[in-house]
C-alpha cells in the first residue's frame, strides 16, 4: 500500500451528472474543458477526538460528500479559481506569489495550502497556472473535515497537474503539514482519512509512522450524522489551539514529574511510550502529577522552572500567548481515556459479540461525556442534539469533530432507523426551524467511502 498513489478513473462524464454539470459550468466560465476532475471525501470521526495531535490513534470513516474540482493547467503562471457556490467569491493569485492570510480563514486558502504543499515538497519554481472550478457537498464548519477534504483535493489537482506521482500516504502528509499554514495545528487524521479511505471499512489511523488498519463496523448498525446547525470553523477561533497548547503543557508537566527529558516531549503519547506504561497507568500517573485547578503561565513556569519569556517563545503558540489559565488535568485525562476507548472499539469490532452495537454505543456515549467535561469541547445545541439521538434508538451518540458545533455521529440499529430519522428530524430540526437553511445536509445516514481519486475523461 505505501507506495500506491490514488486512483485514476476514466469515465464517460455524459454519464456523472455532477461531472457533466461542472463540466458545462467550466466551459461557461473559463470558455474551455477540463483536462481532469479531483475528488477527495470528507469524512466523520466514529471515536478519538482531540487525539490525534496528542499521537494517538484514530477511528474515521470517509463519507459520500466531498469537493470536487474540475481542472485545465494553462501557460499562464496564474492560479484562477471559481466556487459553484456564489457565496464564495472567485479568486486568482500568481504561482510565485502564494500568500496565505492566516488572519482571514477565507475558502481559497485551504485550496493555495494543499497547492504549496506540493510546490515545497519538490522545490518548484515557476509552475504551470491552472484553471480551477471546485464544487463541494460537505456541509461547511460541520466538522465533517469540508476544509482538509479541500486542501487534500488541491494537493492531488498540483500534483496531477505537474504529471508527478506520490503515494497516498506521502500526500496525506504533506497535506497535513500544509494545513497548518491556515494556522490551525491539527494532528493528520483528516488528510489520511482522505486520501486512505477504502469503500465499506472504517480506518484505525495510527501516526509516526502513519499507517492505516481495516475496522470491519457490524452490519446490524448504521451511521447516522446529524448536523446541530451550529458552525464553527477552527482556524477563525482560538478554541481549537488552546485545547493542542494545553494538551502539549499537560505532557511536558507529566514528563517533568516523571524526570523525562521534559524539553524534547510535544505529545501525550510520547511520555506514555518513554514511561513504557498502559494508557490506565497513564490515568493513573495524571491524578498523582496534575491538579483539577487550572493552571496559571506563572504556575507552570514555577512547574518548568523556566522564565515566562521561555514558556511564550519556545512553548505557546502565537494565538495562545494571552491565554490566562490552562486545565492541563481535565485534558490529559480525556486523551488518555480516549486513546483506550479507541482501542476497545476496535477490539469490540473484531470479536464481533451479540451485543456488539450496544457495546460500540456506550463507548461513543462515554467518550461524548468526555469531550463535554473534560475536554470543553461541546455546546448546549449538541448536548441537546445527542439526547434527542439516544431518546429515538441511538445507542450510541457523541460530537464529531472539533466540536464547539458542527454535527454528531450516532450507532443506529438498523431496524430502527426510519424512525429514527423521522423523530430526530421533527424533534430537533422541525421544532427549531434548523433545517430550512441546511435542507437534507441535516441529518442522513452515512456507510464508509472511499478515498481521493483522480478522473479523467474516456
Known sequence: MAAEGPATRLVQVAEHPRLLKLKDMFNSKFGSIPKFYVRAPGRVNIIGEHIDYCGYAVLPMAVEQDMLIAVEPVKTQTIRLINTNPLYPDFSTSVNNIQIDKTKPQWHNYFLCGFKGIQERFCLSNLTGMNCLVDGNIPPSSGLSSSSALVCCAGLVTLTALGMSLSKVELAEICAKSERYIGTEGGGMDQSISFLAEEGTAKLIEFSPLRATDVKLPSGAVFVIA??????????????????????LAAKLLAKYKSLQWDEVLRLEEVQAKLGVSLEEMLLITEDALHPEPYSPEEICSCLEISLEELRTQILSPNTQDVLHFKLYQRA??????????????????????????????????????????????????????????????????????????????????????????????????????????????????KPGGGALVFLEA
Not at 230 to 244: D, G, L, Q, W
Not at 348 to 371: F, K, R, T, Y
Request: aromatic share 8%; charged share 20%; with cysteine.
Open 227 to 248: 448536523n446541530s446547525c451550529v458552525e464553527m470553523n477552527k482556524a477563525a477561533t482560538s478554541y481549537f489551539n488552546i485545547r493542542v497548547t494545553e494538551c502539549r
Open 333 to 446: 485525562k480525556h486523551v488518555y481515556s480516549e486513546a483506550a476507548r479507541v482501542l476497545q472499539f476496535k477490539k469490540i469490532c473484531e470479536e464481533a459479540p451479540d451485543n456488539v452495537v450496544q457495546l460500540l454505543g456506550e463507548l461513543m456515549n462515554q467518550s461524548h461525556v468526555s469531550c463535554r467535561d473534560m475536554f470543553e469541547c461541546s455546546c448546549p445545541e449538541l448536548d441537546q442534539l445527542v439526547d434527542i439521538c439516544r431518546k429515538f434508538g441511538a445507542q450510541g451518540s457523541r460530537l464529531t469533530g472539533a466540536g464547539w458545533g458542527g454535527c454528531t455521529v450516532s450507532i443506529v440499529p438498523a431496524d430502527k432507523l426510519s424512525s429514527f430519522l423521522a423523530n430526530v428530524q421533527e424533534a430537533y430540526y422541525q421544532r427549531s426551524d434548523r433545517s430550512s437553511a441546511l435542507g437534507t445536509q441535516s441529518l442522513f445516514a452515512t
